[in-house]
């Protein structure tokens, strides 16, 4: 088995009626991670490539999520050459991310259900136990030839007692093979807590994936995970957004720490997987600048780049072409009428985002360890909402 473990280093209880901040310390053979943490994607790397300046991704942690349309299943498990370039891509994405710590393959069937065809990712699978097996065989035979130390297993929709069976057998045979497993469960899954349960009570799993829902659709699913904030598990958080926009733009994995989550991933944009999934229309006339957005760390939100001046949003982080970075954020209106330019302020954006979240992060971990945690959320005025909807529905239950 590989030698990662997992080892709960902190818990400021603040509140009874809120969920306990936490650190978590995961020890790997390159490292120790220590969480809250905002992990790195391969997208972010991308982005990277794009922009003027030579900062390094700082990030412990790199998850390189494949999303599997119909298409791309069908040819995934039938066709060879689709297997070879898919473990191309997943090692560039490795070479990429050399010096993390932790690094993940995620290979994600989609639910879309196309018109057309009236079929999805998911349905295949759950209509075919031998689709099914085979595409779970070469999940994890793609990833052994990637040299991944930590194998994902994807979620698939199926009634618990076959899902049961499924997990059980997998988690077993990796086991075997001493490989450490990282399986995933939609937070929307009716079987939740069922399903964590499982993996972590019974087949004792130290690292859970959770594919992000909002709190306000999951509530008790987000509250089951209460109970094992005391425990040596870590819960690594996918597909979570940028921004709530239901809580004046608050970055999602920023309130996340106080929801039962450890690790997060933000959601790659639809159009690097090139798929056909319905995304929400653009909205008429929008000036490409404000589409733009920067992380602040002093609210916590995600806004549009015109609402910040440069000085702002080079206060946290020295880069080593600064002024390159300033005359590019001076001349920022320039993007609404030039997309090269609009391509380069955009993607320096995604990794300033997650550079100046890292550094929050950091210094939230510090304020867990001293149990400031309600100094903490006093200071940020965003959170305040977010965690009275939590205290209302904690308060609730415990008179329902």
């Known amino acids: 088995m590989t030698s990662i473990e997992v080892k709960l280093r902190s818990v400021d209880e603040f509140s009874p009626f809120l969920y306990p901040s936490r650190t978590v310390e995961l020890k790997t053979p390159r490292g120790s991670i220590l969480t809250p943490l905002r992990a790195a994607t391969s997208y972010e790397y991308k982005?990277?490539?794009?922009?003027?300046?030579?900062?390094?991704?700082?990030?412990?942690?790199?998850?390189?999520?494949?999303?599997?349309?119909?298409?791309?299943?069908?040819?995934?498990?039938?066709?060879?050459?689709?297997?070879?370039?898919?473990?191309?891509?997943?090692?560039?994405?490795?070479?990429?991310?050399?010096?993390?710590?932790?690094?993940?393959?995620?290979?994600?069937?989609?639910?879309?259900?196309?018109?057309?065809?009236?079929?999805?990712?998911m349905s295949i699978l759950q209509g075919s136990t031998s689709a099914r097996e085979r595409f779970l065989r070469f999940v994890v035979k793609i990833q052994q030839e990637a040299g991944m130390d930590i194998v994902t297993v994807p979620f698939i929709q199926l009634p618990y007692a076959t899902l049961k069976k499924t997990v059980t057998d997998m988690h077993r045979v990796?086991?075997?093979l001493g490989v450490e497993p990282l399986f995933f469960v939609d937070l929307q899954y009716n079987q939740f807590e069922s399903l964590i349960h499982l993996l972590v009570d019974e087949l004792e799993s130290k690292l859970v994936g959770l594919i992000h829902r909002r709190y306000a659709d999951q509530p008790i699913h987000y509250d089951y995970l209460r109970s094992y904030y005391d425990r040596n598990i870590a819960f690594l958080s996918v597909e979570t957004s940028r921004f709530d926009e239901n809580l004046d733009d608050i970055s999602t994995m920023h309130y996340l720490p106080f929801l039962g989550n450890d690790v997060y991933a933000v959601r790659v944009p639809l159009p690097f997987h090139n798929e056909l999934e319905i995304q929400k229309p653009a909205k008429q006339d929008e000036p490409r600048l404000e589409k733009i957005r920067f992380f602040d760390r002093q609210t916590?939100?995600?806004?549009?780049?015109?609402?910040?001046?440069?000085e702002r949003v080079l206060s946290d982080i020295q880069y080593?072409?600064?002024?390159?970075?300033?005359?590019?954020?001076?001349?920022?209106?320039?993007?609404?009428?030039?997309n090269s330019k609009y391509q380069v302020l955009n993607s320096f954006s995604k990794v300033h985002e997650?550079?100046?979240?890292?550094?929050?992060?950091?210094?939230?971990?510090?304020?867990?360890?001293?149990?400031?945690?309600?100094?903490?959320?006093?200071?940020?005025?965003?959170?305040?909402?977010?965690?009275?909807?939590?205290?209302?529905?904690?308060?609730?239950?415990?008179?329902?």
Do not use: C, H, W
């Not at 942690?61 to 297997?83: A, C, G, H, M, Y």
């Not at 916590?300 to 440069?310: I, Q, S």
């Not at 080593?320 to 030039?338: C, F, K, S, W, Y």
């Open 300 to 310: 916590l939100k995600v806004k549009p780049a015109g609402l910040f001046d440069t």
């Open 354 to 400: 997650l550079n100046t979240s890292l550094l929050e992060f950091g210094d939230f971990r510090e304020r867990i360890r001293k149990n400031e945690t309600k100094d903490y959320i006093d200071e940020k005025e965003a959170l305040k909402p977010l965690l009275a909807q939590a205290r209302k529905k904690s308060t609730l239950d415990k008179y329902s």
């Open 174 to 176: 990796l086991t075997r």
């Open 320 to 338: 080593q072409d600064q002024d390159i970075i300033r005359r590019m954020l001076d001349n920022r209106a320039e993007v609404n009428g030039d």
């Open 47 to 121: 982005s990277k490539m794009k922009t003027p300046t030579a900062a390094p991704i700082d990030s412990p942690v790199l998850i390189n999520i494949k999303k599997l349309p119909p298409r791309d299943l069908q040819s995934f498990i039938t066709k060879n050459e689709s297997f070879g370039e898919l473990l191309r891509k997943i090692g560039m994405a490795n070479r990429a991310g050399q010096y993390a710590n932790i690094r993940l393959a995620l290979l994600q069937p989609t639910r879309t259900t196309y018109e057309k065809d009236g079929i999805s990712s």
